[in-house]
């Protein structure tokens, strides 16, 4: 019996179909990325009533270039599996450092050039070391140690120079946004080159496979022997000096020092790796589609302008876009629309025996038996001893700073004026706090709450009616205004639940993209102005005293009672434990894990919109941007109160207890003389503190 032999020629097509296909979907976020961008040069074209012209491009290339090199710096960490929420306070701390330390010095380019360069880069660098060590060696939150570093470093910007002012030399800054050949070819374009090539050199390397490596498959990575610690360091140093070179290059394209000019890249960074074709989670993606993604979102904003749209609308259209990219690197892995519904409303019929068991007591309490003992025998603080370990901190620290408060006000210290203060701002934090601590119990984070506090207190100030009768006002808060304003909460929140739910995208970019477009939608509401006009009945509910305490504080043991029993005795608060502690195991248990996390964003965002509508009633005028400095609060409160940024544990008396101790060091700092931006440095000092010290162990 003869065997057929196979057509070489019929071998090597089929191999290269093969190889092509499996190239093709290697490279599909880069192909995407480049056919966006010619989408979006398509319609520039368009809407352009010039033909495209060297001055477009050399305008075009020099704003994307600072944000391409900020989406390179982020998208190698997003390949490992991390996020860098300090890029901004990175870029904007070079540019202080680059105009106060050289500025305007007369010393010869080439000496200047290279200064500027050793110091953008080394500065980027020792910041994203910090960043690795922590997240890398420690085993710290990515999202938190940021997120505080971020504080950190805003912080020591504005110490350094708190306005803008200063410039650079003219000769440095035409090196990066001048012209390469004159009239054909724009030097920012040759930085974009460049950096392209020192990825692709890097992905060649052992660092980039490892950075593939552990962002796919961490523990097949170190089976591998592929240093994961070292690695996810190093991630954080690269991404570091990437930004730094962004800081560097955005400072030569203004030509002076702008402390500010860092804070709204973070949305942008995050649209550009996304749009470049990098997933959220790690593995997959590369650098070379962050930069057509830098130049997609540039040309963006352009068409904008070009066509005389408002500049409100510009951070609507960047939510928008983070979010669309993201839900179309999901198209052809699954269907995200049958999924979505899947997950939010079917129910797991086949529960397994266990689940009454595990879901009988919050876990952050299940394991809180001393040892050998049986619940029977072992008191009621052997009983609780984790969870006491969990709330007790708070409270000693918060003893600790009364009494550090007391000694510096000294003879005029007033204890019950004192205290009063401080249990009414610990109510606004405490609201906040149940929202933020529900989300972080699942594993997640509502990086929304800002413009969720900010919409809900615009909503409430009416201004339609400043400066007419009280009875107008008092209809428009019953029929109008308060409802109004906590139905936003509640949309914002299942919003950003139906996200990370449904389409399965990262809770900081899902909650990210949605406080974008919360953004444009305030400035749209009231015009970016300061608002009046807020409900009597508000100011009345924060301020009016009975039996000499603001009606606030009467209400506060009663919300406590309703918070502690929702999260540590409902069944909704049970499966939130069992869900942060591990969404497999809980899944398997018989938990209908989707509409548990949907219930904890819905839950942060009416706790947002309550605070909105307190911190309205307090201050009785609303402005843009008054929620910004409640979201290192919110998970300052949550961190402080022994909650595991990493979800599973925590207790909401220890939330509580955060919320008293975050309000008395403000409090004690406010009887100082340090400076705002030196309260923004401890905080964030504080909330690495907080989590270095409440880290799991097992994990370090």
């Known amino acids: 019996m003869t065997e057929a032999i196979a057509d070489p020629q019929i071998l090597r097509s089929s191999a290269s179909r093969s190889s092509t296909r499996a190239w093709i979907a290697k490279s599909r976020g880069t192909l995407v990325a480049i056919g966006v ?9 368009l809407v352009n009533p ?18 391409a090199l900020a989406g390179i710096g982020e998208t190698i960490v997003v390949i490992a599996g991390g996020l860098d929420l300090s890029v901004g306070a990175v870029i904007s701390l070079v540019n202080v450092l680059l105009v106060t330390l050289i500025g305007s010095s007369k010393m010869s380019i080439i000496p200047y050039t290279f200064l500027a360069t050793f110091l953008s880069l080394g500065v980027g660098g020792l910041v994203g070391l ?10 710290m939150q990515a999202i938190v140690v940021t997120l505080a570093t971020m504080f950190i470093i805003q912080g020591l910007v504005l110490l350094i120079q708190p306005v803008q002012g200063g410039q650079v030399s003219d000769d440095f800054s035409m090196i990066f946004v001048g012209d390469a050949i004159p009239n054909f070819l724009p030097a920012p374009v040759i930085i974009m080159v460049l950096a392209i090539l020192v990825w692709l050199y890097l992905k060649r390397t052992r660092f980039g496979v490892a950075l593939y490596a552990i962002g796919s498959d961490s523990s097949s990575a170190a089976a591998n022997r592929v240093d994961e610690r070292l690695t996810r360091m190093l991630s954080f140093v690269a991404a570091g000096m990437f930004f730094g070179w962004a800081g560097m290059f955005l400072t030569a394209n203004i030509g002076g020092g702008d402390p500010l000019i860092g804070a709204p890249m973070l949305l942008k960074v995050f649209a550009v790796v996304v749009l470049g074709g990098t997933a959220i989670g790690g593995g997959r993606g590369g650098c070379v589609g962050a930069v057509f993604g830098a130049i997609t979102v540039t040309l963006i904003v352009n068409i904008f302008l070009i066509m005389g749209i408002r500049d409100y609308y510009v951070p609507i259209v960047e939510g928008i876009v983070l979010v669309l990219a993201a839900l179309g690197l999901t198209i052809g892995r699954r269907s995200p629309l049958f999924v979505t519904l899947r997950r939010l409303l079917s129910s797991n019929k086949r ?14 309490a299940s394991a809180a038996s001393n040892g050998a003992m049986s619940g029977d025998e072992a008191n009621w603080f052997q009983r609780n001893a984790n969870t006491l370990r969990l709330i007790y901190p708070s409270y000693a620290m918060l003893l600790v700073t009364i009494a550090i408060t007391t000694a510096i006000y000294g003879r005029d210290f007033r204890v019950f004026d004192y205290l009063r203060s401080l249990m009414t701002f610990a109510t606004f934090m405490a609201v906040l706090g149940l929202g933020q601590g529900a989300v972080v119990l699942v594993g997640g984070l509502d990086l929304s709450v800002i413009w969720a506090i900010t919409l809900s207190a615009i909503i409430a100030a009416t201004p339609s009616c400043a400066g ?12 109008w205004a308060i409802p109004e304003a906590l139905a936003v909460g509640l949309l914002i929140g299942l919003v950003n639940g139906s996200l990370v739910v449904g389409f399965r995208l990262s809770p900081v970019v899902a909650t990210l993209a949605v406080g974008g477009v919360l953004e444009g939608v305030a400035l749209l509401y009231n015009h970016g102005a300061q608002g ?13 005293r009975v039996a000499g305490l603001p009606l606030l ?12 029993l929702l999260l540590s005795r409902s069944g909704f608060g049970r499966r939130l434990y069992a869900v942060g502690n591990n969404e497999w195991v809980a899944k398997l248990s018989g938990v209908r894990t989707g509409p548990i996390i949907l219930g904890a964003y819905v839950l942060s965002g009416f706790c947002s919109s309550v605070m909105g509508l307190l911190l309205a009633g307090f201050s009785q005028s609303t402005f843009y941007d008054m929620g910004r400095p409640f979201l290192i609060a919110s998970i300052a409160v949550v961190v402080l109160g022994g909650t595991s940024i990493s979800g599973g544990k925590g207790h909401y008396l ?3 207890g955060g919320a008293l101790l975050y309000t008395a060091l403000g409090s004690m700092l406010a009887g100082t003389t340090v400076p705002e931006a030196v309260r923004s440095i401890i905080y964030g000092t504080v909330i690495l503190g907080a989590v270095m010290l409440l880290r799991d162990k097992r994990t370090a």
């Open 351 to 364: 529960q397994a025996p266990v689940a009454p068991m595990i879901l009988r007591r919050a876990p952050s």
């Open 130 to 139: 910090l960043n690795g060590f922590l997240v890398g060696y420690l085993r």
């Open 654 to 656: 220890g939330i509580l």
């Open 37 to 45: 961008l010619v989408a979006a040069i398509l319609v520039f074209e």
């Open 553 to 564: 504080l009467w209400l506060l043991p009663l919300f406590v009672a309703c918070a502690t």
């Open 468 to 479: 007419v009768t009280d009875t107008c006002f008092a209809v428009q808060h019953a029929f």
């Open 532 to 544: 009046g006009g807020v409900p009597p009945i508000l100011k009345n509910f924060v301020t009016e």
């Open 50 to 67: 010039k033909p495209f012209s060297y001055f477009d491009l050399s305008t075009v290339t020099g704003t994307a270039g600072g944000l």
